[in-house]
Structure formats: structure tokens, C-alpha cells
């Protein structure tokens, strides 16, 4: 038995607002509650609603570019740089730029909706 696991078809969440997010390991593929590790394509002009996550979340950018609001200061990534979030701060997520947005999102412990506290 192998001491290592193989992802092949990680688990395309279901959205409707154009964002592609592949969990490739987490709750919904390999039942891994202490990590996930999610691709994702955010279209132009996507944006999330602030949120106050319960984990730390660490972002790398691919391509282009993404907008984060955190505790009110803005930041913007860029291909080739990377960010960690700390659990429990507000942050909002957006794409408000002409092109899409590749990049790796990596939560620990895993990302769960009920432990996203998303403001309406």
C-alpha cells in the first residue's frame, strides 16, 4: 500500500458566479479535515462578500491578478506572489481587473462553508 495519495479528479464545486474552484484535496475529496488545497479561475470583475473565515487561508497567484480587502487595507497580488490570511480577520475577496485570475488556495484547517461566516 502506497504511502501517498494521487489526486486524478478533484471535486469541481458547484458556483454561480463564473468562478472555476477545483478542491483537489479537503472535506469534499479525501475527507481531510486539518487541510484543503482548492485551483481556482476567478472571472473578471468576480467578487466574494466579506467574510470572517475560522481558518488561515494561503493564496498563490498563477496569472493575473487579485484584490483582497482585509481588516480594510486593500492589497493586490500579482502572478508569482503569495499571501496567508490569518483565521478570524474580515477579508474580502475580488477580481475587479480586465482579465481572469489563476491561483492555488491552500486552508488549514480545511475550508467549510459553515466556518466561513460570509456577510450578506
Known amino acids: 500500500m502506497p504511502n501517498y495519495t494521487i489526486q486524478k479528479s478533484p471535486f469541481v464545486v458547484p458556483t454561480d458566479d463564473g468562478k472555476l474552484i477545483e478542491e483537489h484535496h479537503g472535506l469534499a475529496t479525501t475527507r481531510n479535515a486539518d487541510i484543503s488545497i482548492a485551483h481556482m479561475v476567478a472571472p473578471p470583475g468576480w467578487s466574494e462578500p466579506f467574510q470572517t473565515p475560522e ?30 490570511i490569518e483565521k478570524n480577520v474580515r477579508v474580502q475577496y475580488s477580481n475587479p481587473f480586465d482579465s481572469e485570475c489563476e491561483y492555488i488556495a491552500v486552508c488549514r484547517p480545511a475550508f467549510s462553508i459553515e466556518k466561513v461566516n460570509r456577510e450578506s
Do not use: D
Open 55 to 84: 481558518f488561515e487561508e494561503y493564496t498563490y497567484i498563477i496569472r493575473g491578478k487579485k484584490q483582497f480587502i482585509i481588516e480594510g487595507e486593500t492589497v493586490v497580488l500579482e502572478a508569482g506572489q503569495s499571501i496567508k
